[in-house]
């Protein structure tokens, strides 16, 4: 493998998809990789992604949503992922090209939404 | 042996006859039981919630605080509706030997505890909401009716 460095940071354009189905997952997405730093094109070569998440601004102790995949995007449920309702938590993902990882993405903010619980069920005296 | 963190909050007495002869409007409503109140009181259960109101899985260990409780001689409980006890939604049970606890889901609730609130001779309606740990609370549960006689 040639003289390439280190990829180029994820020129990121993430967002937050909240699907209004019963499934409710979420979903992250960010932008392909397409150059190394050097400005060079990745061409053919195999680019996989990895995404976390965290809930320190600078992706300490990150939790990894999704790991070494092909796409340019994640689905997540909140309650899975264990994310904390009603606080802010902080996205990243980094790409790997050949066995050499790219630095983290800039953190993408995103406060994860409060939903009230349903109700206590089958309520009866005993 | 039982340690929890319940925790009962017993709101002013002067509320009482507002909560209890003052109380209307919509609400879920439909009565789902009665029962006789004799020498002892009942307890009153339920299933916690698995879900929030959009359907996604709600983990109650982790995302639900306590539940209030509201006692009215109106079926019909209302966001102005009071709550004269809470309790946390996670129990610690002290483990057999004494050595650790474990979290228990709390699902019943002693109405002794509420008899202050409620008046002899009267049948009064309980119902119940969840309060998951960022605040949100849920609708009223279905009211059960208490028959103090």
């Not at chain 1, 061409?43 to 300490?60: C, D, M, P, R």
């Not at chain 2, 639900?64 to 946390?88: C, G, K, M, R």
Request: overall charge negative; proline content about 5%.
């Amino acid at each position: 493998m040639g003289a390439k460095f280190i990829i180029r940071t994820l020129a990121f354009v993430l967002c937050i998809v909240v699907f209004s189905v019963a499934a409710q997952a979420e979903t992250l997405s960010w932008s392909a990789v397409t150059t190394y730093t050097d400005g060079s094109s990745v061409g053919s070569a195999a680019v996989t992604y990895t995404a976390v998440w965290s809930t320190s601004s600078n992706l300490g102790s990150p939790t990894a949503l999704a790991s070494s995949i092909s796409g340019t995007s994640t689905a997540f449920n909140v309650t899975t992922a264990g994310m904390p309702r009603g606080s802010t938590v902080y996205f990243g993902a980094r790409a790997t090209v050949g066995g050499v990882d790219s630095a983290l993405s800039t953190p993408l903010s995103w406060l994860v939404p409060s939903i009230s619980p349903s109700s206590p069920a089958n309520l009866r005296l005993q | 042996m039982t340690f929890n963190r319940f925790h009962l909050l017993f709101v002013l007495s002067a509320l009482i006859g507002s909560l209890l002869f003052g109380c209307g409007g919509g609400g879920e409503g439909a009565q789902s039981q009665s029962a006789g109140a004799g020498a002892s009181s009942p307890t009153l259960a339920w299933d916690p919630p698995q879900t929030y109101v959009d359907n996604t899985p709600l983990d109650p260990y982790r995302e639900l605080d306590y539940y209030e409780f509201y006692v009215s001689i109106d079926a019909n409980f209302t966001d102005n509706d009071v709550p004269v006890a809470q309790v946390a939604a996670i129990s610690n049970v002290l483990s057999q030997d004494g050595r650790s606890y474990t979290q228990t889901l709390t699902n019943e609730f002693s109405l002794d505890n509420l008899l202050p609130f409620t008046q002899q001779g009267t049948v009064h309606y309980i119902s119940i909401r969840s309060v998951g740990v960022d605040g949100l609370k849920s609708n009223f549960s279905a009211p059960v009716a208490w028959s103090l006689t």
